[in-house]
């Protein structure tokens, strides 16, 4: 991942490595698959507090309507080409958090 257009917000950067699922879509999009199921099935199985760090190929738009009804904010980062990163945080757990 290069250089994002600004860096995540403080209390997403301290995390600790253990609280991020880690979710690469970019295989399926490359192989005209959807992954839209499988970040659904992975969302539903995260633990409070806990971050969805979702690498794709391009930035999903959609996704992120999606995810925000359910109650997630994102930020994102686009190195290269093809390659995003958008970590996925439930609003409520980060209440108050700076």
């Known amino acids: 991942m290069t250089k994002a257009m600004t860096s995540p917000p403080t209390f ?17 999009l490359q192989s005209g698959g959807e992954p839209f199921s499988r970040i659904m099935e992975t969302v539903e199985r ?8 979702l690498r794709a190929t391009f930035k999903p738009v959609p ?20 390659d995003w990163e958008i970590w996925f945080y439930r609003l ?3 209440e108050g958090s700076g």
Request: hydrophobic share 50%; proline share 8%.
């Open 12 to 28: 997403l950067a301290r995390l600790p490595a253990t609280r991020f699922v880690e979710l690469d879509v970019r295989p399926i």
């Open 92 to 94: 409520a757990d980060f």
């Open 63 to 82: 996704l992120l309507g999606v995810m925000h009804q359910k109650g997630w904010a994102h930020w994102i980062a686009h190195g290269q080409d093809e």
């Open 46 to 53: 995260m633990p409070p507090g806990h971050v969805l760090r």
